[in-house]
């Protein structure tokens, strides 16, 4: 490539970076991981952040650690935790290695939720596209994704993961490939929040009609599904915990408790008695 059209490339990235993320999404993950790779970070970034997380994910994959970390660390937090929560768990793990020590404890600490929330239970690698995307396009980028895990729907969100309602696949692969996915999404659907409590949800009514249900944080980002399979997995963990408790007599309790000092005294009572007993 001439200097000329690198200097237009580059010109393009940096004032249409929303238009060059959604080109880069089309293409295959390790092209655009090399792309990423090879331009100046700040293009890099400022097109990332227009990038949903699965895609950047899909990137990181045929990335360098270090550069994958360099470009993760200028991008919104909640963009971050959501790319690296995509990731698989050796990845991940690498790059959070090449992250600084204060970026690193950070994503660790927004990366885990306690297991009785409903975000412990979630898994994030669900498919989802951009509002804008047409329906082939949306076909598309399905079947480039093979290790993502399929419900009944499809998630369509905005370019700031705002979540915009979901598609059932059977009324995607029956509509015009020319029309926008938004002219057919369900925009109405039920919705839980990751940091819910898990108790809180088991009987929802719309556990009655859904297998999977859309998940978000607190600001409304969509961040992956719950499973009723997942649920009732938790639900099965929680009562075998309860179940272990209540078999514990209260003096068990009290022993694992203050086992330590209990026996610390009932051997200065025995040193006593002895005492006492020699005299």
């Known amino acids: 490539m001439s200097q000329q059209n690198i200097s237009l490339a580059l010109a393009f990235l940096q004032n249409h970076p929303g238009s060059a993320a959604s080109i880069l999404e089309t293409h295959e993950a390790e092209d655009v991981a090399t792309f990423l790779s090879e331009i100046p970070h700040t293009y890099a970034i400022s ?3 227009h990038m949903l997380p699965q895609k950047i994910a ?3 994959k045929h990335m360098a650690p270090d550069t994958a970390a360099t470009t993760l660390s200028r991008l919104s937090v909640n963009h971050g935790v959501a790319v690296l929560r995509l990731l ?3 990845t991940q793990t690498s ?3 090449a992250l600084p020590k204060q ?3 950070s994503y660790k600490l927004l990366l885990h939720y306690s297991k009785d929330m409903v975000g412990a239970w979630m898994t994030p690698h669900v498919a ?3 509002t804008e995307s047409t329906v082939q396009e949306a076909i598309d980028s ?3 994704n093979a290790d993502i895990n399929y419900s009944d729907y499809l998630f369509v969100v905005d370019r700031e993961q705002q979540f915009r309602g979901r598609i059932r696949f059977s009324a995607l692969l029956c509509a015009n490939p020319t029309h926008a996915v938004s002219s057919i999404v369900e925009e109405h659907c039920p919705k839980f929040y990751a940091r819910t409590l898990i108790k809180q949800i088991t009987n929802a009514p719309d556990w009655q009609k859904n297998d999977a249900i859309p998940i978000l944080n607190k600001n409304r980002q969509f961040i992956g599904v719950l499973r009723h399979f997942d649920l009732r997995r938790s ?4 009562s075998q915990k309860e179940t272990s408790t209540t078999d514990e007599t209260p003096f068990t309790s009290l022993f694992q408790l203050y086992g330590h000092t209990l026996n610390t005294l009932w051997l200065s009572m025995k040193h006593c008695i002895e005492s006492d007993i020699r005299s």
């Open 88 to 90: 698989e768990k050796t």
């Open 128 to 130: 989802s596209v951009p």
């Open 47 to 49: 097109v990332m952040q």
């Open 103 to 105: 970026k690193q404890v």
């Open 235 to 238: 639900i099965e963990q929680s």
């Open 142 to 144: 399905i079947k480039k």
């Open 95 to 97: 790059v959070l290695n």
């Open 58 to 60: 899909y990137s990181y």
